[in-house]
């Protein structure tokens, strides 16, 4: 398998790729680049510049499981510094990170990966309600409008794929309107597969594992490869017999040879006469 993977301005949390166009409206936009807006909008929210030019801090949490996350996360503070916001990094090692923003929330922003599909059922993890608490992927943000969850939940239960993409994309416009978090770009994987390869004994390892190569190919096997045993019948083991049993049975025998012969021996005598 082959992974290809590039990155793209993304707009929202449906990323616009062919598998997920059904649910994707390429009218949500949310909102872009733009420092004299920003200072306005801070200034009218009343977090004034100080004497040197901050408004306040905030600390900035990343996995360095993924590098390009760590330099994602130094341009955002790059940015964040022309509009008075100072912004700590604070970089661990995943499972630091894991400990700190899903089970402690103990964090002011976070970076990660996320994905919306194939089946937009996981938006119902990321953006509603019944997402926030403390697992891996979870809400992190706590985002809760119910007008979202409604449209999310109601999303499970049509079967009408037409109606069903709808409600997912009134669903997303609230979402970026409200704007819990902000989504910086989208990296499609394409899989090249090659067919003499069956996961017949691991279903769907090719669509969960092309991503984040998260999953392991244990039972993926090579359709044409010719099977030969080399392992030999094992054999049940056989009953240990005691020694004494062998020395009784010597015994018996010897003892029914003598009586034998005995028999014998007085049959053969002449009688007197």
Same mark, same amino acid.
């Given at each position: 398998?082959?992974?290809?993977?590039?990155?793209?301005?993304?707009?929202?949390?449906?990323?616009?790729?062919?598998?997920?166009?059904?649910?994707?409206?390429?009218?949500?936009?949310?909102?872009?680049?733009?420092?004299?807006?920003?200072?306005?909008?801070?200034?009218?929210?009343?977090?004034?510049?100080?004497?040197?030019?901050?408004?306040?801090?905030?600390?900035?949490?990343?996995?360095?499981?993924?590098?390009?996350?760590?330099?994602?996360?130094?341009?955002?503070?790059?940015?964040?510094?022309?509009?008075?916001?100072?912004?700590?990094?604070?970089?661990?090692?995943?499972?630091?990170?894991?400990?700190?923003?899903?089970?402690?929330?103990?964090?002011?922003?976070?970076?990660?990966?996320?994905?919306?599909?194939?089946?937009?059922?996981?938006?119902?993890?990321?953006?509603?309600?019944?997402?926030?608490?403390?697992?891996?992927?979870?809400?992190?943000?706590?985002?809760?409008?119910?007008?979202?969850?409604?449209?999310?939940?109601?999303?499970?239960?049509?079967?009408?794929?037409?109606?069903?993409?709808?409600?997912?994309?009134?669903?997303?416009?609230?979402?970026?309107?409200?704007?819990?978090?902000?989504?910086?770009?989208?990296?499609?994987?394409?899989?090249?597969?090659?067919?003499?390869?069956?996961?017949?004994?691991?279903?769907?390892?090719?669509?969960?594992?092309?991503?984040?190569?998260?999953?392991?190919? +244990?039972? %993926? =096997?090579? /359709?044409? $490869?010719?099977?030969?045993?080399?392992?030999? !019948? @094992?054999?049940?083991?056989?009953?240990?017999?005691? +020694?004494? %049993? =062998?020395? /009784?049975? $010597?015994?018996?025998?010897?003892?029914?040879? !003598? @009586?034998?012969?005995?028999?014998?021996?007085?049959?053969?005598?002449?009688?007197?006469?």
């Amino acid at each position: 398998m082959v992974r290809v993977n590039r990155a793209f301005n993304v707009t929202q949390p449906v990323a616009a790729i062919p598998g997920q166009m059904w649910f994707y409206d390429p009218s949500i936009q949310e909102p872009q680049y733009n420092v004299t807006k920003a200072n306005q909008l801070l200034d009218e929210a009343g977090l004034k510049r100080g004497a040197d030019g901050t408004r306040f801090t905030l600390r900035l949490a990343v996995t360095n499981a993924y590098p390009e996350l760590v330099k994602e996360g130094e341009l955002i503070r790059d940015f964040l510094r022309e509009v008075g916001i100072t912004v700590t990094l604070v970089v661990q090692e995943d499972a630091a990170w894991q400990d700190l923003v899903w089970t402690r929330w103990d964090f002011d922003m976070s970076m990660n990966n996320f994905i919306s599909g194939p089946d937009p059922v996981i938006l119902i993890t990321y953006w509603t309600g019944r997402g926030i608490g403390h697992f891996a992927f979870s809400n992190t943000p706590g985002y809760n409008n119910s007008d979202v969850n409604n449209l999310l939940y109601q999303s499970l239960q049509e079967s009408d794929t037409a109606k069903r993409g709808d409600l997912i994309k009134r669903a997303m416009k609230m979402t970026v309107d409200d704007l819990p978090a902000y989504w910086i770009l989208e990296r499609p994987y394409v899989n090249a597969l090659n067919l003499d390869f069956s996961d017949e004994f691991q279903p769907g390892i090719w669509e969960a594992g092309g991503g984040f190569n998260m999953q392991r190919f +244990e039972r %993926v =096997y090579w /359709t044409k $490869a010719t099977i030969t045993s080399t392992q030999t !019948a @094992v054999q049940p083991p056989q009953p240990t017999i005691p +020694e004494w %049993v =062998y020395l /009784t049975a $010597a015994i018996v025998m010897v003892g029914v040879i !003598a @009586v034998v012969s005995y028999a014998v021996r007085a049959r053969r005598k002449p009688k007197a006469g």
